[in-house]
């Protein structure tokens, strides 16, 4: 078995080729805890989409619609600024995680750590045995017991594949628009088809075949790491103080008895022995291995720990430092933001625009401005809101369509013409107006929008010279 350096990725051959690992079951703490998380993360997963908040899954980003549900709250297309504080602020949170604790997110929740070490990796073993017989399977000539056992596995990973491709669409159609596409002939849904099709074929391939080489080569978080972590950053580590000179029971002084064991169980096949490496993603497999070995020896379990550089070195390590402190700085300030941005949300969506034509009319002596007031209601349930229009206006103006009620729909709009007229003679010079839309439940003005009333220039009257940009709106 090729021992793993600092020189090349243990999954790689001397040739180039790809080689593949298969990671020893190990039992432990760390184990245990990562293997309930998976499953919380899991059910997590499958759940989201069956659970109903006001009407909608608790997950729900309705594309067609235009329409992102979160736990209860829905935005709409034109508060999705919103989100930008949301994602840069899980974004930001990551790296704070990571310069306290490393790599603890892909060992122990990233997506594609859980589907793989916990799905793919399990199932792998029921079929195929212990890393022991997967190899030795692997190194066998084609026979009829290994072809069954190839096409049992595969055919089990293309189908655990489309089940996960298919929650994954329901995030986005709903399972009952969902349920009725499987009904139908693909030839009804070519997109949704087709993103199911592609899905499963990449979920397929990486959990089948390339699997940590994603971590390695794909995953931009990993090479971050380094950028991200410092001296008192806890990671997974070898007590070198301890362990080192590393040999067999009675023959040194040194406590590491050079088993292999934290290699075996490894899931990217490195030795951690050589120190914090980019292949490692933090699972704490070597850990359990370790203690397990310390303990059938009698000996105090650590050798292999989450430490940080200094802590193994004998030193103290520090979580209160600049950069921590810099970091939680940034990280209220993101919260903050993402709290202000979140309580400007307005239940309701409206917009005035001109109508499209002329932007006025004069006849029989009579101005008119015509405009489109239209309301989106963006709440989940039923409301009522009437318009109101503000403004220092003149009183021979008249209104036709401001008293309409508006009876919205969830998640509803409505659009109503607004039509304002005064006598010619009364029209001096443009004014502004405000159109409020208001409650009808509770009174309030939830949103306002300023339109302008238009006339004919006054100057024309006394020939007066014009600037075109009293024309430009």
């Known amino acids: 078995m090729k021992s793993p350096t600092l020189e090349s990725l243990s999954s790689i051959r001397a040739d180039g080729s790809h080689r593949t690992i298969h990671p020893a079951d190990v039992r432990g703490?760390?184990?245990?805890?990562?293997?309930?998380?998976?499953?919380?993360?899991?059910?997590?997963y499958i759940s989201l989409p069956w659970i109903p908040i006001n009407g909608y899954p608790?997950?729900?980003?309705?594309?067609?619609?235009?329409?992102?549900?979160?736990?209860?709250?829905?935005?709409?297309?034109?508060?999705?600024w919103v989100g930008f504080f949301l994602i840069t602020g899980l974004a930001f949170s990551l790296f704070y995680v990571t310069a306290l604790f490393g790599r603890v997110w892909c060992g122990w929740t990233c997506p594609y750590t859980v589907f793989l070490e916990h799905v793919y990796r399990r199932i792998e073993r029921w079929i195929d045995g212990d890393a022991t017989a997967r190899r030795k399977l692997d190194a066998a000539p084609w026979s009829f017991s290994k072809a069954i056992r190839r096409g049992l596995k595969h055919t089990i990973f293309l189908f655990v594949s489309a089940v996960i491709a298919h929650i994954f669409l329901s995030y986005y159609v709903s399972l009952k628009t969902l349920y009725q596409m499987m009904l139908g002939p693909p030839s009804q849904h070519l997109m949704a088809f087709g993103i199911m099709l592609f899905l499963t074929g990449g979920l397929y391939f990486a959990f089948s075949w390339f699997r940590e080489q994603f971590c390695v080569i794909?995953?931009?978080?990993?090479?971050?790491?380094?950028?991200?972590?410092?001296?008192?950053?806890?990671?997974?580590?070898?007590?070198?103080?301890?362990?080192?000179?590393?040999?067999?029971?009675?023959?040194t002084s040194g406590a590491c008895v050079d088993c292999r064991r934290?290699?075996?169980?490894?899931?990217?096949?490195?030795?951690?022995?050589n120190g914090l490496q980019l292949d490692c993603i933090g699972c704490a497999a070597c850990v359990d291995a370790c203690d397990d070995i310390m303990l059938k020896l009698k000996r105090p379990t650590g050798l292999v720990r989450y430490d940080s550089h200094v802590g193994l070195h004998g030193g103290r390590t520090r979580f209160?430092?600049?950069?921590?402190i810099l970091?939680?700085?940034?990280?209220?300030?993101g919260i903050g933001a993402f709290a202000f941005s979140a309580l400007q949300l307005s239940p309701v969506r409206a917009s005035v625009v001109r109508m499209v034509g002329a932007p006025f009319y004069v006849a029989d002596g009579t101005l008119r401005n015509q405009f489109l007031v239209r309301v989106i209601n963006k709440r989940n349930s039923p409301s009522t809101y009437r318009l109101e229009l503000t403004g220092d206006f003149p009183a021979q103006l008249s209104i036709s369509?401001?008293?309409?009620?508006?009876?919205?729909?969830?998640?509803?709009?409505?659009q109503k013409t607004l039509v304002l007229s005064l006598p010619e003679a009364a029209f001096n010079q443009p004014f502004k107006l405000q159109v409020k839309v208001i409650d009808a439940v509770r009174g309030d003005a939830v949103t306002t929008r300023v339109m302008e009333f238009l006339g004919p220039d006054t100057r024309l009257k006394t020939n007066a010279p014009l600037n075109p940009k009293d024309y430009i709106q």
């Not at 209160?320 to 921590?324: D, E, N």
């Open 29 to 44: 703490r760390f184990t245990a805890w990562r293997r309930g998380s998976a499953l919380l993360l899991l059910g997590i």
């Open 58 to 80: 608790a997950v729900f980003l309705d594309v067609q619609e235009r329409r992102f549900h979160f736990m209860g709250l829905t935005l709409a297309t034109q508060d999705l």
């Open 218 to 251: 794909l995953c931009p978080y990993g090479r971050l790491q380094s950028a991200l972590t410092d001296d008192h950053s806890v990671v997974i580590g070898y007590d070198k103080r301890r362990g080192e000179p590393r040999g067999k029971v009675g023959s």
């Open 262 to 273: 934290c290699v075996q169980v490894c899931p990217t096949g490195i030795d951690i022995r």
């Open 320 to 324: 209160i430092r600049p950069r921590i």
């Open 327 to 333: 970091y939680t700085g940034l990280l209220l300030l």
């Open 401 to 414: 369509g401001l008293n309409e009620t508006l009876n919205l729909d969830p998640l509803g709009e409505e």
